[in-house]
């Protein structure tokens, strides 16, 4: 796995051995991610959750966002995101590692720090697509014109629990197995 452009590109990241615990975005996707956010990288501070190996936030990084927040649960890919940020030298004011269970991390956030940009890519399986926006509203995370990006199941829909306002879906792709959706909130007038 590599970082694909930016200030970072080429660079190799170091993933978790085998493939039980993550399941790393493949380079065609990643790029397609971010040719759609290009506009809204700059200075954006990032929350990439159910991290993985940090290949996410740290192609964010390499394209010009000022800060991300890494949230991942698991030992051996929460040691790589570090290995990876040590290696690329990223500054430790760029970045926090959280290692968490997102659920745990969303339902205790207590910061006034808010989110533009909020990478998602949930164990396929994951019963957290169901309520993934009530969460993230519940916990504030989110600035007035956050973006979010899931990564899913083709055949899984994200739906917008009835007590949930400002939320819309922009744009959806698929890459064989995957779906990328993409919701915004919108600040309401």
Request: one cysteine or more; aromatic letters at 8%.
């Amino acid at each position: 796995m590599r970082v694909i452009a930016g200030k970072f590109k080429r660079r190799n990241l170091t993933t978790a051995a085998g493939n039980d615990i993550t399941r790393p975005t493949s380079d065609r996707v990643k790029e397609s991610i971010f040719n759609m956010l290009a506009q809204e990288l700059h200075a954006s501070n990032v929350l990439d959750l159910f991290s993985g190996s940090g290949s996410l936030g740290i192609e964010a990084l390499s394209r010009g966002a000022s800060k991300v927040t890494f949230v991942e649960k698991n030992h051996e890919p929460a040691h790589c995101i570090q290995m990876n940020l040590d290696s690329l030298q990223i500054p430790k004011s760029d970045y926090s590692v959280v290692k968490s269970d997102v659920t745990r991390f969303l339902a205790s956030y207590s910061s006034q720090e808010k989110f533009d940009l909020i990478f998602a890519d949930p164990p396929y399986k994951s019963p957290w697509y169901t309520h993934s926006l009530e969460d993230l509203e519940k916990a504030k995370v989110c600035n007035k014109n956050c973006t979010v990006i899931f990564e899913m199941p083709k055949d899984l829909e994200i739906s917008i629990q009835s007590n949930i306002k400002g939320w819309s879906k922009d744009d959806v792709r698929i890459y064989g197995k995957t779906k990328i959706e993409i919701w915004r909130k919108r600040e309401e007038i």
